[in-house]
């Protein structure tokens, strides 16, 4: 097993592992593997070494990234991660620029929203964990305009309905949010993506600034 371990957690594909075992029947040998435990299959072609043989904590940020290409964490899933919204979020939800996906795996629910180019491209960073991995994820700006432009039918008419919204319905902990960049919605209102509620949100966080 020590040739899984030294895969680590990284997603790998079927010939990543093929490479690590001279055998004669190299998809029989990935079964008995997946049916020990030793490693998880994702879906089709794309698995990871399970934690028992590695003895580390997978990252599914890191299995968001490598499962549908390309992406980047945000939504729920980004304001759990910066810890501005005290629930727990049982899916991980990313944007994409292809169709919206949905996968059930046996690390979790996956969703994947679509958002075009222009605006996929804005605001997105690549946090490094001790200095062994990475994953691309919205900063918290842009999370939130994701989750924004991402629900239907959400429709805000003032600066007082988008603070009820953040504070109380999304229960958002802004004492946790700090250096906070407008640029970066800025950039998001010009891409024309509900214009007005994300205006909205840039005023009341240049509020919230200044306060």
Request: aromatic letters at 10%; charged letters at 25%; a neutral charge.
């Amino acid at each position: 097993m020590e040739r899984l371990k030294s895969l680590g957690i990284i997603p790998v594909n079927a010939d990543v592992l093929y490479s690590l075992y001279s055998v004669s029947d190299p998809d029989k040998k990935l079964s008995e593997l997946e049916r020990k435990g030793a490693i998880i299959r994702v879906k089709r072609d794309l698995y990871v070494v399970s934690s028992k043989i590695h003895q580390q904590e997978i990252s599914n940020e890191l299995v968001a990234n490598h499962l549908y290409r390309p992406s980047y964490i945000s939504l729920e899933s980004a304001l759990s991660y910066y810890g501005l919204i005290p629930e727990r979020v049982y899916s991980m939800r990313s944007v994409c620029t292809k169709l919206h996906k949905r996968y059930e795996t046996p690390l979790g629910h996956f969703e994947y929203i679509k958002a075009p180019e222009n605006y996929f491209s804005i605001g997105i960073r690549q946090e490094i964990i001790n200095n062994a991995y990475s994953f691309l994820i919205a900063t918290p700006e842009k999370a939130l305009c994701d989750l924004i432009v991402a629900t239907p039918n959400l429709r805000l008419q003032s600066v007082k309905a988008m603070q009820t919204y953040l504070e109380e319905d999304l229960r958002i902990d802004f004492s946790a949010l700090q250096n906070i960049d407008t640029e970066i919605i800025r950039q998001c209102i010009e891409t024309g993506k509900k214009k007005g509620e994300l205006e909205l949100l840039l005023r009341f966080l240049n509020n919230f600034i200044t306060q």
